[in-house]
T-cell receptor, first 113, second 112 residues
Framework: ETGVTQSPTHLIKTRGQQVTLRCSSQSGHNTVSWYQQALGQGPQFIFQYYREEENGRGNFPPRFSGLQFPNYSSELNVNALELDDSALYLC????????????FGQGTRLTVV | GQNIDQPTEMTATEGAIVQINCTYQTSGFNGLFWYQQHAGEAPTFLSYNVLDGLEEKGRFSSFLSRSKGYSYLLLKELQMKDSASYLC?????????????FGRGTSLIVHP
């Protein structure tokens, strides 16, 4: 058990809608990263939050946005959903930015129809 | 973006040794990670290399050559439960922050 929890576990949305995914990081971890993992692919880095500030971003459009709260939990928001956004969304927390080991949650499986 | 290359699939026999290779572009390198991911589960951390050489942790070892942009994960005494996807990830320095880039993963099938 990693202590990183994500909700919901599964979600179906219609193209054009907006979605919010949530992540509770492991106790004491102040850094949260979000990844998108398409079937048969490795995780793709979306962005990282450290102490409520975005601290690095991958090659994703601005309709992917996030928040980190004072308790270090985090949200990933995706606007104007596209069919290609269907994927497993993973959240990972670490003790600090640049930490060696990150702990992943079980992910949210998003299907866009 | 940075390319991380690793084989798509490998098969091995229970009790044997298998080596999974990973190559990457060296510019901006700031550490290499290996993760294990069983089907339908979250990735779990296996190892980290930032200096050249071999890091051993039980049945698993990871090697890094920074000048060659090359790493491998060595799994000894294979067990059926080792059947999983093995992800190579490299952290790159970019504009003051660190961007982790994952390979597609190597699906390892261990058979009796």
């Amino acid at each position: 058990e990693t202590g990183v929890t994500q909700s919901p576990t599964h979600l179906i949305k219609t193209r054009g809608q907006q979605v919010t995914l949530r992540c509770s990081s492991q106790s004491g971890h102040n850094t949260v990263s979000w990844y998108q993992q398409a079937l048969g692919q490795g995780p793709q880095f979306i962005f990282q939050y450290y102490r409520e500030e975005e601290n690095g971003r991958g090659n994703f459009p601005p309709r992917f946005s996030g928040l980190q709260f004072p308790n270090y939990s985090s949200e990933l928001n995706v606007n104007a959903l596209e069919l290609d956004d269907s994927a497993l969304y993973l959240c990972a927390s670490s003790l600090k930015t640049g930490a060696v080991e990150a702990f992943f949650g079980q992910g949210t499986r998003l299907t866009v129809v | 973006g940075q390319n991380i290359d690793q084989p798509t699939e490998m098969t091995a026999t229970e009790g044997a040794i298998v080596q999974i290779n990973c190559t990457y572009q060296t510019s901006g390198f700031n550490g290499l990670f290996w993760y294990q991911q069983h089907a339908g589960e979250a990735p779990t951390f296996l190892s980290y290399n930032v200096l050249d050489g071999l890091e051993e942790k039980g049945r698993f070892s990871s090697f890094l050559s920074r000048s060659k942009g090359y790493s491998y994960l060595l799994l000894k005494e294979l067990q059926m439960k080792d059947s999983a996807s093995y992800l190579c990830a490299v952290r790159f320095a970019s504009g003051g922050s660190y961007i982790p880039t994952f390979g597609r993963g190597t699906s390892l099938i261990v058979h009796p």
